[in-house]
């Protein structure tokens, strides 16, 4: 675990060391404000990941990163930093991927263990925004996501039955699957892919499970990506499965009232009740220490496309 040595040079603001294995990350404004209603501060949040880290970090790990940058906490709206940023430590790896939209090389920082973690975090990473697919097959996801994200109108039993029949439609395909709170007003599916296919194929997948869904529950979703066309419904989000797109992963905190967290659920648990705001960065790990990591399957065995793909309209 990391432990926590004194700062050099102290200041009002409780600048401290943390030492993690041989390196040193020093935290910067220790006790400044990231949640002010709260009272929650940026080194409560540094805890948390400090304490999560290993649960966390299957989850990053050589994944390039989009950095959501809230460095004057949760009341600023921040702002997104792909390239890494200067003055990055030698010892963070980068991915090198050139930009198609610019032509420029863009250095996306990967975070494998828990002093990149901290280091992040001490930036204002207050999230993490990991790709669908590793640096080892960046052109193949590991797996495919249905986000279930509701407009300012819907209430959250809409999105459990939502998230109900969308695991109902992939149950009765023989998918796997394994579903999270978005740790802000939604939630999030997986469907577990093992970079066996390409981004396009977990898109069209995708499309096709958001459809079954929406067939199912007309009334209150939409597959419409603009909030002005869709109105006051919940959008069965299957473009996040495109090659560079981020959603915040499994234990990843997010700059939302409460401290929330992305948290993995069990199935028996998606009943109405159910709320993002029950899960944050005070009581996740007690309850990853009784429940364990209900998620990492996620990251197993690939489905085999094929065959739930022969089995969508019996």
């Known amino acids: 675990m990391p432990t926590v040595v004194p700062a050099k040079k102290k200041t009002a603001s ?49 994944r390039p990163l989009s950095l959501k940058r809230n460095p004057n906490g949760i009341t600023d709206k921040g702002f997104f930093q792909k390239d890494a940023p200067e003055h990055t430590p030698s010892f963070i790896k980068t991915f090198p991927v050139l930009a198609e939209s610019t032509g420029q090389t863009v250095d996306y920082i990967i975070c494998n263990d828990a002093a990149t973690l901290i280091y992040l975090a001490n930036l204002g990473c207050i999230e993490m925004n990991p790709w669908n697919s590793t ?35 992939l149950d009765k395909i023989g998918a796997s699957f394994f579903c999270k709170t978005s740790g802000a007003t939604g939630m999030h599916v997986y469907i577990p892919l093992n970079a066996k296919y390409s981004y396009e194929q977990a898109r069209r997948f995708g499309e096709i499970i958001a459809s079954k869904v929406h067939e199912q529950l007309p009334s209150f979703t939409s597959l419409e990506r603009s909030l002005a066309k869709r109105g006051n419904k919940i959008y069965v989000d299957y ?16 700059p939302v009232a409460g401290a929330q967290v992305s948290t993995p659920v069990l199935q028996k648990e998606i009943k109405p009740g159910l709320h993002p705001s029950q899960f944050n960065i005070f009581n996740t790990m007690a309850r990853v220490k009784k429940l364990g990591d209900v998620f990492f399957m996620a990251l197993g065995k690939g489905i085999d496309l094929q065959a739930c793909l022969k089995k969508i309209d019996r």
């Not at 600048?15 to 009272?39: A, C, H, M, V």
């Not at 459990?160 to 969308?166: G, L, R």
């Not at 473009?239 to 997010?254: E, I, M």
């Open 14 to 62: 409780r600048d401290q060391t943390l030492k993690i294995g041989s390196r040193e990350i020093t935290i910067t404004n220790y006790d400044k404000l990231y949640w002010p209603e709260e009272k929650i501060t940026k080194g409560q949040l540094i805890e948390y990941y400090m304490a999560i880290a290993p649960t966390i970090l299957p989850y990053l790990k050589n």
């Open 239 to 254: 473009l996040q499965n495109s090659r560079g797109q981020t959603l915040a992963c499994a234990y990843s905190a997010r």
């Open 135 to 169: 640096t080892r097959k960046p052109d193949s996801p590991t797996y495919m996501i249905i986000d279930v994200d509701p407009s300012p109108k819907n209430n959250f039993n809409q999105v459990i039955e939502t998230v109900q029949v969308t695991c109902d439609v």
